[in-house]
């Protein structure tokens, strides 16, 4: 990286609904885990841990946008976006309105987040990388792919992506 160059850096952090619903529902996988064990049920005891282990490991953790790029760091694997390839960057305002038209097609609507594939009425398919509702943006690239993203920089990395792909 040159020394010149600007990035952002941000976190996932989770809002305290989705906070709720992933200590609730790790728990009861746990509470299965363990009553799995104690009765020695090899299925349930596999299914659990599985169950319990693979949302976590596509929960966004860290974001970092830089002069080409907006990348997404996961446990397995990152995504990356070229700002190139970017179309339009718009803060998300009316967040409740934008989720109740949205459908999930394949992924997560409350563990770790609304994380993977889904549908809105007017957008069409869309991927989301969002743990808190209320600090959405969205990102249109050329192709006609849509990504959901939320972080508590949204304002200033929607202005530095606009301000990179309208020069």
Same mark, same amino acid.
């Given at each position: 990286?040159?020394?010149?160059?600007?990035?952002?850096?941000?976190t996932?952090?989770?809002?305290?609904?989705?906070?709720?619903?992933?200590?609730?529902v790790?728990?009861?996988?746990?509470?299965?885990?363990?009553?799995?064990?104690?009765?020695?049920?090899?299925?349930?005891?596999?299914?659990?841990?599985?169950?319990?282990?693979?949302?976590?490991?596509?929960?966004?953790?860290?974001?970092?946008?830089?002069?080409?790029?907006?990348?997404?760091?996961?446990?397995?694997?990152?995504?990356?976006?070229?700002?190139?390839?970017?179309?339009?960057?718009?803060?998300?305002?009316?967040?409740? &309105?934008?989720?109740?038209?949205?459908?999930?097609?394949?992924?997560?609507?409350?563990?770790?987040?609304?994380?993977?594939h889904?549908?809105h009425?007017?957008?069409?398919?869309?991927?989301?990388?969002?743990?808190?509702?209320?600090?959405?943006?969205?990102?249109?690239?050329?192709?006609?792919?849509?990504?959901v993203?939320?972080?508590?920089?949204?304002?200033?990395?929607?202005?530095?992506?606009? &301000?990179?792909?309208?020069?």
């Open positions: 990286m040159k020394d010149n160059e600007q990035r952002i850096t941000s996932f952090p989770m809002s305290p609904v989705i906070l709720v619903v992933t200590v609730l790790n728990a009861l996988f746990v509470s299965m885990v363990i009553s799995a064990f104690r009765s020695s049920i090899l299925a349930i005891e596999i299914l659990s841990l599985v169950i319990l282990i693979s949302p976590a490991l596509f929960a966004p953790l860290r974001l970092i946008v830089d002069e080409k790029s907006l990348r997404i760091w996961r446990p397995i694997g990152k995504v990356e976006i070229q700002l190139e390839d970017i179309k339009s960057c718009n803060i998300i305002e009316d967040n409740r &309105g934008f989720f109740d038209k949205t459908i999930r097609t394949c992924g997560s609507g409350g563990l770790y987040g609304c994380l993977g889904f549908r009425s007017v957008y069409g398919k869309m991927r989301l990388f969002v743990t808190h509702l209320k600090q959405c943006f969205m990102i249109r690239m050329k192709d006609g792919r849509i990504f993203v939320s972080s508590p920089k949204r304002k200033e990395i929607m202005e530095f992506i606009n &301000g990179k792909i309208h020069v």
